[in-house]
């Protein structure tokens, strides 16, 4: 699925032309105001501020209430490109839960955590065919790939503490790899148990053979980190 991520977004680029190669940037991120989401609204697009729009929305439950809830990828209302050149236009993620009446309610606003429409290199993609959403088994997954030929394939694993009514990183999986050469490493970290696998892959030159040449483990800080603190670029 990866590797065809990536052929789709390399084909988009050639096929665009000129706004491929050049990018509008500004000299400082814009973020969300939360407080300009809703606490309540019917449907999905009433939690959309003015100047922002739905990229990306997907449902599942994540409070375990048998309700659908919501995720959605916001993006700022500009043009994707203007004169042959792409717009930087930043994006959010705003989480709904369902209401058993029907309707929804804010559950989480972040600004920081994805990244912008030009800010993923050249595996970026400024309509977000790089990132992705997934709700599953009540844990929302954030997907995003990222570089040139150093790739980076980044997902994080959140779900909702009841207790602290927030949502909790509970994992992450890097993996880099040569999309030439085909070699990768692949760093996974469980948050709650604080365990952190690091597996490196090689491509045999005699075959072309994808191996998994070593693994490691280890003990890391189980850290609390909510949705609203992780930075994208931090």
Request: proline residues 3%; positive net charge; contains cysteine.
């Given at each position: 699925?990866?590797?065809?991520?990536?052929?789709?977004?390399?084909?988009h680029?050639l096929?665009?032309?000129?706004?491929?190669?050049?990018?509008?940037?500004?000299?400082?991120?814009?973020?969300?105001?939360?407080?300009l989401?809703?606490?309540?609204?019917?449907?999905?697009?009433?939690?959309?501020?003015r100047?922002?729009?739905?990229?990306?929305?997907?449902?599942?439950?994540?409070?375990?209430?048998?309700v659908?809830?919501?995720?959605?990828?916001?993006?700022?209302?500009?043009?994707?490109?203007?004169?042959?050149?792409?717009?930087?236009?930043y994006?959010?993620?705003?989480?709904?839960?369902?209401?058993?009446?029907?309707?929804?309610?804010?559950?989480?606003?972040?600004?920081?955590?994805?990244?912008?429409?030009?800010?993923?290199g050249?595996?970026?993609d400024?309509?977000?065919?790089?990132?992705?959403?997934?709700?599953?088994n009540?844990?929302?997954?954030?997907?995003?790939?990222?570089?040139?030929?150093?790739?980076?394939?980044?997902?994080?694993?959140f779900?909702?503490?009841?207790?602290?009514?927030?949502?909790?990183?509970?994992?992450?999986?890097?993996?880099?790899?040569?999309?030439?050469?085909?070699?990768?490493?692949?760093?996974?970290?469980?948050?709650?148990?604080?365990?952190?696998?690091?597996?490196?892959?090689?491509?045999?030159?005699?075959?072309?053979?994808?191996?998994?040449?070593?693994?490691?483990?280890?003990?890391?800080?189980?850290?609390?980190?909510?949705?609203?603190?992780?930075d994208?670029?931090?």
């Amino acid at each position: 699925m990866r590797l065809l991520i990536t052929l789709l977004l390399l084909l988009h680029a050639l096929a665009a032309g000129t706004p491929a190669l050049s990018t509008r940037q500004t000299d400082e991120r814009r973020f969300l105001d939360s407080r300009l989401v809703p606490a309540e609204g019917r449907a999905p697009a009433d939690f959309v501020p003015r100047g922002w729009k739905i990229e990306e929305e997907v449902k599942g439950d994540l409070n375990g209430d048998g309700v659908a809830d919501a995720a959605l990828r916001l993006v700022e209302d500009l043009p994707v490109e203007t004169g042959g050149v792409w717009n930087e236009r930043y994006r959010a993620l705003v989480v709904l839960f369902g209401k058993a009446g029907g309707g929804f309610a804010r559950a989480a606003v972040t600004a920081k955590l994805l990244a912008c429409s030009t800010c993923a290199g050249m595996l970026g993609d400024p309509e977000g065919g790089n990132i992705s959403l997934e709700i599953k088994n009540g844990v929302l997954n954030v997907s995003q790939l990222s570089g040139a030929r150093d790739a980076t394939d980044l997902t994080q694993r959140f779900r909702h503490d009841p207790r602290l009514k927030r949502f909790r990183l509970i994992g992450e999986d890097i993996e880099t790899y040569d999309r030439a050469l085909g070699n990768s490493e692949i760093v996974s970290t469980n948050y709650l148990t604080g365990v952190r696998v690091t597996k490196k892959h090689r491509v045999l030159k005699k075959d072309g053979e994808r191996v998994l040449v070593s693994t490691a483990r280890k003990k890391v800080a189980a850290r609390r980190r909510f949705i609203e603190d992780v930075d994208y670029e931090r």
